[in-house]
């Protein structure tokens, strides 16, 4: 009874569904957004019939056709998997076109193409309900008819027609059917129009009037002009501002939390060097970065929503205007929004882009979107810029300058290098789908949320806490029999380490404790605030571990050797233009070098940005000091 | 291939008004194929709804966003 | 104490062995991003 499993894959234009489709098929919580782009890579999955037979599932990129001469790379690799040229991924046995049923017109290309290359095919009628809802008259008995394959209205937002479409991969699967509009031997391509036109005549009859609908009244404001430009700056400042606010309550309890277990275990241990690991290294390191999970988990429930009710297409047409000055076209601010989050997907997300060059460009320009990796040293450093606490406007608005500063650098940076890379051979023009506005998918926003929170836990309590357990070492050995905590940070392996780095930063306005701190954030950059807590922390008697601003107020009395205060806000400046501009994450590096297809690229742009990032940092310090601040 | 009446002139995409039903009769350019790919086919009906840089149609009951470039490509008769 | 030391110590250096065999040994599987940054792209292919 072991023959090897099925193979099926999903087919289908971007927004028809398939990657919720895919999702309810096989359980999994693949990334799901309503714009092009968002399946660029080929998923796999599993799942059973009703018979209790395995199916390998596998998820397609979007696309619009199967040509030969395909637009861009995404639609190449659906091709491949169709054919069977991709590595290490067999022919599918079956293909499951997902179909969006209020627009078939367009949609039904591809399933004829489909039948075209030979391959057995089941029509999954998607979004029946918005069909309905539009007036359309759906017959799917004709279409199967007329098509020969099996049709299944649908709607896999809401798990409906799952089961039948089960019923419909059950085996021996259906042949491959006939292609029955191959009538004379001129063009194809033209034959196979005029039989989509005749199917949507029979099986999909449209009402004769177009109504306005919510998403036409909405986009009236949010496509206008000037309207549509208000509002996104609108909604990108509230996503700031509601990060900062929100967060602040269970970022407290979280504080106090950890300051208490770590009173608990100063008082359960006698003291030691166990203790000092435990509470200094593990508790402050881990602790310090643990503490902006409620802030990582609130970006990523905006950007779900966004996503998920359809708007990010229509931020990506007003920003094609703004894209075009940087060289790019409107296809860019998809990967680049997403580099927003993490670099390494957005980058993945340039396969949308049909121009090779302009591909290119956007890899190299995507770090410099400041990655949810920063945010918990933003976090640390925009309340001491600005000596308050948590929760202000001022706050966001500083945020909000720090992401624009780094988005208008991307863009600088992208025109400069896009005229050396000279124009594209074939001109590609801008096209994009946007489609209709649809209630966030709250199941699936709720599951994405806790899985890149759970990672975020994960990462702290793997590679931070080693790190966070190095660096106490580093910093406890050697011993020297000083009492006063100066001499022996200065005695210590991390002090000499810091002695040799400080000659490098200090015209950047830090010292070698900082700077050692930033070295060590080219591990991953979250580490920086453990680095600080860690090496700022002074042997601490009863009461002091307690409060969560405890790091910050250490930086606020922390001085150079002969007394000035080290943090001030030039150098705070210069510490957090740093980071927006330095390329401090290996995965990243390693995704560019793949996706551009040479290590040299990765290479040329880690050496480019940590050389800008230190510059930048420098001309920031230098002329701040200089003019007196 | 529609027969025309000689008084009857073709519009491109980017010469309709706002908010006017036409109908598709030809595409004529360089990205033909990828136009019809997106739905923009002969005897199709669209409305546009928005002009500038690029535009946005109603077409068989999706919204596109083309460019001017492409939107000349597009040759289309008024409906009524 | 002398025993915290020793266990610190301890700590310490099973974490440099499992950092060296991560840098060293680990075959550079870089499919998607492998690392913690949570998206859906590093499920299995």
């Known amino acids: 009874m072991s023959e090897n499993p099925s193979i099926i894959a999903l087919l289908g234009n971007p927004n028809s569904g398939k990657s919720t489709l895919f999702n309810a098929l096989t359980g999994k919580n693949q990334r799901v957004g309503n714009y092009a782009g968002v399946t660029v890579e080929v998923k796999s999955g599993e799942t059973y019939t009703p018979h209790g037979k395995k199916l390998h599932v596998l998820d397609l990129p979007g696309c619009y056709s199967l040509r030969t001469d395909a637009g861009s790379p995404d639609e190449q690799i659906a091709l491949d998997a169709l054919t069977g040229k991709l590595d290490g991924i067999a022919k599918p046995d079956l293909v499951v076109c997902v179909v969006d049923a209020s627009n078939l017109e367009r949609h039904l290309q591809l399933v004829l193409q489909v039948i075209e290359l030979g391959l057995p095919c089941v029509l999954a009628l998607n979004m029946v309900d918005v069909a309905e809802k539009s007036g359309l008259r759906l017959d799917p008995a004709k279409l199967s008819e007329e098509l020969g394959i099996p049709v299944v209205p649908m709607q896999a937002n809401a798990s409906k027609g799952i089961i039948e479409l089960k019923q419909a991969l059950r085996h021996p699967f259906p042949h491959a059917s006939e292609v029955s509009w191959l009538t004379q031997t001129d063009n194809l391509e033209t034959n196979r129009r005029a039989f989509v036109a005749s199917l949507c005549e029979l099986a999909a009859r449209r009402p004769d009037s177009q109504q306005r609908n919510f998403t036409d009244r909405l986009d009236s404001i949010l496509l206008h002009p000037f309207l549509g430009w208000v509002a996104f700056l609108a909604i990108m400042f509230i996503l700031f501002w509601s990060i900062f606010s929100f967060a602040s309550i269970p970022m407290d309890f979280i504080d106090s939390a950890l300051g208490s277990f770590g009173e608990w275990v100063n008082a359960m241990m006698p003291e030691g060097d166990l203790r000092s690991l435990l509470v200094d290294g593990v508790i402050g390191g881990v602790g310090g970065v643990l503490v902006f999970l409620p802030q990582i988990l609130l970006l990523f429930f905006f950007i779900g929503l966004l996503e998920s009710s359809g708007y990010m297409s229509r931020a990506a047409f007003l920003m094609d205007h703004v894209m075009a000055k940087a060289g790019l076209s409107g296809k860019a601010f998809l990967p680049l929004f997403s580099s927003y989050a993490c670099a390494i997907p957005g980058v993945m997300a340039t396969r949308t882009i049909d121009s090779a060059k302009e591909r290119l460009v956007t890899i190299f320009v995507a770090p410099w979107m400041s990655c949810s990796a920063r945010l918990p040293v933003y976090f640390l450093i925009i309340p001491l810029l600005l000596h308050e606490n948590e929760g202000t406007w001022k706050q966001a608005l500083v945020l909000f300058c720090i992401y624009t500063l780094g988005t208008l650098t991307a863009f600088l940076a992208a025109r400069i290098l896009r005229g050396k890379l000279g124009p594209d051979k074939i001109v590609r023009h801008f096209m994009l789908e946007l489609p209709p506005y649809r209630r966030p998918q709250w199941s699936y926003v709720f599951r994405h949320v806790l899985d890149r929170g759970w990672a975020f836990v994960r990462k702290a309590g793997t590679i931070i806490l080693g790190l966070s357990i190095l660096l106490w070492a580093l910093k406890t050995y050697p011993k020297s029999d000083s009492t006063d905590p100066g001499e022996v940070l200065a005695h210590s392996a991390m002090g000499r380490i810091g002695e040799l780095i400080e000659p490098v930063v200090k015209p950047l306005g830090f010292d070698g404790r900082t700077g050692t701190a930033i070295l060590t954030s080219f591990a991953a950059r979250e580490v920086f605030v453990s680095s600080i807590a860690i090496i700022f922390s002074v042997e601490e008697t009863d009461d002091d571990v307690k409060n969560r601003s405890l790091i910050r107020a250490k930086m606020q009395t922390a001085t150079w050797p002969d007394g000035r205060p080290l943090f001030t806000s030039m150098s705070l400046i210069s510490l957090l233009v740093f980071f927006i501009y330095a390329l401090q994450c290996l995965p990243t590096t390693a995704v560019v070098a793949r996706e551009s297809g040479s290590w040299k690229w990765a290479v040329g742009q880690f050496a480019f940005m940590s050389g800008f990032a230190y510059l930048a940092s420098w001309l920031i310090f230098q002329t701040g000091s200089l003019l007196g601040f | ?80 | 104490m002398e025993w915290q030391s020793y266990i610190a110590l301890g700590i310490v250096a099973i974490t440099l062995v499992i950092f060296a065999f991560r840098l060293f040994f680990k075959k550079k599987s870089k499919k998607s991003c492998g690392h913690g940054c949570g998206c859906a792209a590093n499920e299995k292919q």
Do not use: H, W, Y
Request: hydrophobic share 35%; proline share 4%.
């Open chain 2, 1 to 80: 291939m529609t027969t025309r009446q000689p008084s009857q002139r073709q519009l491109t995409l980017n010469e309709v008004s706002l908010n006017c039903d036409v109908r598709i009769s030809s595409l004529n350019g360089p990205a033909c194929d990828r136009l019809r790919d997106l739905g923009f086919c002969e005897q199709m009906q669209l409305r546009k709804i928005s002009n500038g840089r690029n535009l946005v149609c109603t077409v068989c009951g999706a919204k596109m966003a083309i460019s001017r470039e492409l939107a000349e490509q597009v040759l289309v008769d008024p409906i009524r």
